[in-house]
């Protein structure tokens, strides 16, 4: 058998290419939505996808099982638990094949037994895996958000994100009973393969290993003293807290996850626009993405731009802050582009309608820069309570530290509370490296707030000069 | 405890990276030559690297353990085990520890403890890491060429390949007792991230996973059953058994791995010549190397090129059939000189001194092609006894079949016994697809083998017609 | 003013973009399909392009004038000289303006004067510019197809690719005429910068500057004498004496160019086939071109492959020998696939649905080779009168020289010609250097020419060895 | 003959190919350092270089002749004109033939005759070359810094640049009769192509063309008054009114090609620095150029960098600021480097010994911003008296309007005059579009000078505004 992880690092998620060279056949599990990569991988390796699999319907990225089974007429292997809430509509076209808990497939000589492991979704499956070419003995577990390594996955997404109330709970508890009767019955030598690692918003504590094993989970782990102990009320507490924010656009993910999406048949090449179709773009509604780092923002950009740093969390950032239903122009470099297109059709932002290399062309007087503010200035305001302070880093940091009366706003959430911010006096922004404030900055500039300032050196500029610092509740968290 | 398996596709050779993000500190096990790729994960992930280690004195590739402490500091922890003959030398200068078994040693909070794990060679040593940060029991082991997926290291490999007669069948019997005393006391769960992956010489059925567990080899390797019954005999010789042909040149890497290889201090990046430039070069003795696929240099080729197509065993085919003291010019197009280059010094080919990027400038008269003869022809040829046929391919390909009366010499070993080649009769060269007996022709052709021709369509072509077929002993198997 | 030549170099191609630092316009002439490169030159500029003029209507690539048009919103400048036969069409929704003879057109300060300068075609124009920051008086002459270095345009192109009998003549004629009276007024001075560079189809003699002068030309232009004693006959029969073959692809040309073509609005992407993809794309009647070189071709290809080695020739011989209702597919590398795509969309072939990287995934037996013959070979089967000799060079190097007997057929046209091919005894073709055979035999084979043969080493073998050649008239000259 | 233009566009200079296909011999004029585009283009037009010429020794850039001659056993052409000032040393190993006036030399079927054209440089001379092939009579005529398009060669430079008092004058005189003796006895119909396009330093009022004609230059360049009623009087003060500012390197090029540099044998490869190795760098003397653009710069950058944009100009603000005695260190895009070191090397600057691809792994508490002033708070300031305003554009600028009392200092001189600027008040520095600034403001910085501001939106928001212009004498103009 021959067994590949990939790991897109934009999302820490990770697929799985499973290869039966005996008879050329191939499997692809939660598959990302360029999936190109699976594509040539087979290719280079002389081998065929028959059969793509889901382990549940994703909410943090858009699937590309769907885009995967019509490049390669694959058939589907989807979860048939849950409610009717939770089953695949929009299959016609797609051969494919629901399953359930207990169910085998085969694919060559790889064989696949699917557990039924609800928890983190109802409808969450988990893929068995043996190599029949040397036992029928399973050999690893595919848990996608079920189990991490050394986490699991939350049950609290939708309710935090959708607001799907009441499910975080109900959720907790499904996943207790779906570690003491799945995952603890297992050899302690079968391998553990997740569908997250360190960086995803889909669990608390992920480690920063592609793999783990039954074994090693049950006895460090942090949940393994509750399981060992079968204390489900414990446990469920445990896992309720402290979860990061979730990103607003998931609810949309997992819509459409269910639903069915736009099929690409490829990598779109958005164009590079003339300094005229820019304006016609802008003028039809579209948004621009600057994409060039804090710095750059900082020094100069254009008016109404949005700054979400290129990088390894462009994807989430683009999520949380940009709209679904307005096409998008973005700043990049032409040799990032595709790439940037690439992070943004995975969570279905595929509305990219062409692209400026910089700011070539613009006088410096046509820019905005991000006004900045010292700690000693800030502090100076602050104790005059002539300002706002605005923390948006996530409500943890905030708890664990903050300057007394700011107000915590997810940098991610800014959008969606604009109500929560006054314009009539000033607006201290902060987190502690600057580009979360710096996307934050941006978002409230294009807004008119024209009272944002950013707090150059963050909350550590603050501390370094033994300025007050105190815990305790956030009196916003959006 | 960031861990990750970096997979070198040339040699399919697998190094480690363990990071502590607590303290920043990080551990390279068996890094390849070309470091860069070690430095600039290190960069990206803001980790520093403190400390490299060897798993064992490499045979198949030139380590890169001197090259990463010099560019870093850090400290080398290598083997202390093993007589004389395997004690490294020439470590004055680098900061270095050597450690035998049941030493420890801590990267931040990352725990490596030293297991002695001979077999495969005498000295070797294999890393046992538990993640401090989580548990001090066990994580994962990092086997180097003691335990691979499904497979063990070979013991014969010196022996085969640089005759230190004797040493193959103790190795075996060291191999079991490793095996029993160190390897099948660990628990279960363990994880074990070996040093090959599928397509080394170092092994033989090698899986293509990227890791394993203590407990599934335990139950489904080929060697459990041995170890279950305590069956060494058997153990021996089933290991001895079938194992494929070893490069000439693993001697040479393993004499330089041990006593110290020159430091390159970044990637060489050889000139494009001009006609006059490459004229002198050859003059002066250097070795054109086509890295043109088979197809383009049977088309036509310039007289005394060697063909090694570009591609993942290019390293492996350089190692077997060019020489380490006479300048090099690669044939390649320009994109392609960089990864050619590190697959070169990854061996310690270093001496390329320029590149000419293909035949434009070249009329077709000054060219050679390949000359081409049919299934039928040859045929007509062998029933006279006008003509020798030369299999290329392996001797386990060689004895599950081959055309009745055919010499057998592994492509890699051609040029190290031509005296065993007729000049004044046709030579019939074939392996399977064509890639070998292109390589092999070149060779024959570049020493004056005006009689060489390839057999189109390789023994499957013989085949397709019912032309005779038999089983057995090799002629030769050099 | 600023004036740069943009140098297509697979059509010999060239076109002038004429800019006003003062106004910000700029006026592009003879634009090529792939319109971005003058966009990419006005937005570096800081330019904007607003006027967009063609010489004439071109027979030899597609214009890009009314694309660029479309992309900036520029008013095109067009000729309004010529009968019916030769008036644009479908120029409803785009700006224009007629043009004729003593007309004049201002972009910014650049003023243009248009000169009706008929011969290579009835309806063309050269166009007159002033820097008018500097003088009114001119500066340089655009001259498209009317005068090149050294040369003028051919009269005979329709009548000889597209069978507009009895127009070369008068075409010669017009030429004489137009020289005299509108090339040879104008002051020595004057820089002549045409619209084709060394290379061309459009012209004979062609010289390898990209400039020349009004007075350079009327010393010591091939055809200064005539004009000079005013010998319009002499001039006629000299102009019309062995021009190239002209490809048959100019027809569709013409017509395209004249009527309107498809507008891309950008440069097509072409995806990468797998396998399956590609075997479906031939059953649907898409065309293979193999675009390696000669010799990888003659070392094998997949069966039905049109050789096309991609170079600077590409755009000319894929006019030769791709039809243009059927859908192609290329194989090349990935890289090489965008100047490929551009190369074909130039001359208007727009139907590449798809690329193969290579022979990948293929064994040699399910490959062709092309077989080859020497010249002793050659000359045996000659001498017995057992082959025919199929010289695909142009007329002009046969009837300079060639294998008694032989027959004429320029590469381009044998598969206008198969008819007058035996099936039924070898066939040895050749040319000089090899590439223009293996298109040739490439074609041949496609087509079930079992019998072709490459004479290996071409006319030179054959000369080096001694054998007969002779020179007169060709046997077939299609 | 082939003639091929070859635009340096960084130095806005430009050399020259000139290639015999009849003999397949070639010559190049005025090579810049960076020589694999010469042997590039001679290998793919199958052209060998014999011959290299230069037309004077060079100020403004490093000259590739040597470095060419010893990669291709080419003769140097050079000029034996001048006084023991002028002459070339250092040739001893290098096949070469000293030229004078009227001397002419052959490269297959080009005719190149040594026309002594002093003004410029006391040993300029141009080439005038005839295309044998068809006519003895003159094509062309290579001007280096003779005659440029609508313009003629300084006579200042190296009286502005490098302090040869008395210089000017007497070599305006010379240039007068250059162009009498010499330039005006030609032909209309002779093409000129010269050493430099707009942008050059080495003259005023270069044109954006690529060429010119004898005939369009007698009646049309700003001189052509001034020789036509012979007034030697009027064309010294013309010409020497109103010379750009000469970069302070240009001394060192003059030495440095007239008595031999460095040969380099290829273009080097900086490596990427980690953070330690960058830090041991600047420890050891190195200087950080930032190629970032402004805005990165104004963002965030490290303390001590010295901000010089990737872009067109960069080896002429790189000439201005920095060492040729310092390594240095570029903060670059990775696939960035190769253009940023040939730009370097192209005026000497060879000692880049790393790079380091950005700020990643930096906080922003360890970096520091560009501090910026609105044209109203400087005017604040400015009314009160309580700054300096540093206008760092050119002396022409500065003539034509400033701020009232600002001190003029080109910026590339602000390193030679720091001891004019005071470091108690704050100093306002501004330019028109805020690149000029930004580099002065970097030089400002690393050298303590904490006080030194941007005048955000440059004089044009000052203008905008209202606020007082003058025109008149600057106060300094270094």
């Known amino acids: 058998m021959i067994f590949r992880q990939i790991y897109e690092e934009g999302l820490a998620q990770m697929s799985y290419f499973l290869g039966c060279p005996a008879t050329g056949e191939a499997l692809v599990v939660d598959p990302k939505r360029d999936i190109d990569t699976y594509l040539d991988l087979a290719q280079s390796l002389g081998l065929t996808i028959t059969a793509v699999a889901e382990t549940h319907i994703h909410a943090d990225y858009l699937s590309g099982a769907r885009e995967l089974a019509r490049a390669t007429g694959a058939t589907l292997y989807l979860s048939d638990e849950g409610d009717e809430n939770w089953k695949y509509r929009g299959l016609e076209g797609f051969p494919h094949v629901l399953v359930k808990d207990g169910d085998e497939f085969k694919v060559g000589n790889i064989r696949v037994k699917v557990l039924h492991t609800p928890g983190h979704t109802p409808e969450h499956i988990s893929f068995l895996v043996a190599d029949g070419a040397v036992s029928e003995e399973p050999l690893l577990l595919l848990t996608g958000d079920f189990v991490f390594v050394g986490d699991v996955g939350r049950p609290d997404l939708l309710e935090e994100a959708a607001g799907f109330k009441g499910t975080a709970e109900p959720g907790a508890r499904r996943m207790f009973q779906s570690l003491k009767a799945k995952f603890l019955t297992l050899p302690d030598h079968v391998q553990v393969w997740p569908g997250h690692g360190a960086g995803s918003a889909c669990g608390k504590a992920l480690g920063a290993l592609p793999a783990t094993t039954v074994g090693y989970e049950r006895r460090h782990a942090w949940w393994a003293e509750y399981l060992e102990r079968d204390d489900e009320e414990g446990f469920v507490k445990a896992l309720l807290l402290g979860q990061p924010e979730a990103p607003t656009y998931f609810k949309e993910m997992k819509r459409l996850n269910r639903d069915g999406m736009p099929i690409l048949g490829g990598i779109p090449h958005p164009a590079r626009l003339t300094k005229s179709q820019f304006t016609k773009a802008l003028a039809e509604g579209a948004i621009l993405v600057d994409t060039r780092d804090k710095f750059a923002f900082a020094g100069g950009h254009l008016k ?175």
Chains 1, 2, 3, 4 share one sequence.
């Open 304 to 478: 109404g731009a949005i700054n979400i740093p290129a990088g390894k969390n462009f994807s989430t950032w683009a999520g949380w802050l940009l709209p679904y239903d307005r096409p998008l122009v973005l700043m990049a470099r032409p040799e990032e582009v595709e790439g940037l297109v690439r992070a943004l059709i995975r969570i279905g932002l595929d509305h990219v309608v062409g692209y400026i290399p910089g700011l070539e062309g613009y006088a410096e007087g046509e820019l905005e820069t991000v006004p900045q503010i010292t700690a000693e200035e800030a502090k100076a305001l602050w104790e005059k309570g002539q300002a706002l302070v605005l923390d948006v880093r996530g409500r943890d940091e905030y708890l664990s530290g903050h300057i007394p009366g700011a107000l915590n706003l997810h940098a991610g959430r800014v959008l969606a509370h604009l109500d929560r911010l006054p314009k009539d006096r000033p607006l201290i922004v902060h987190c502690v490296g600057g580009d979360r404030s710096s996307t934050a900055i941006s978002a409230l500039l294009a807004h008119g707030f024209r009272n944002a300032l950013n707090l150059t050196g963050g909350i550590r500029a603050w501390q370094a000069l033994g300025f007050p610092v105190e815990k305790g509740e956030a009196l916003v968290n959006a």
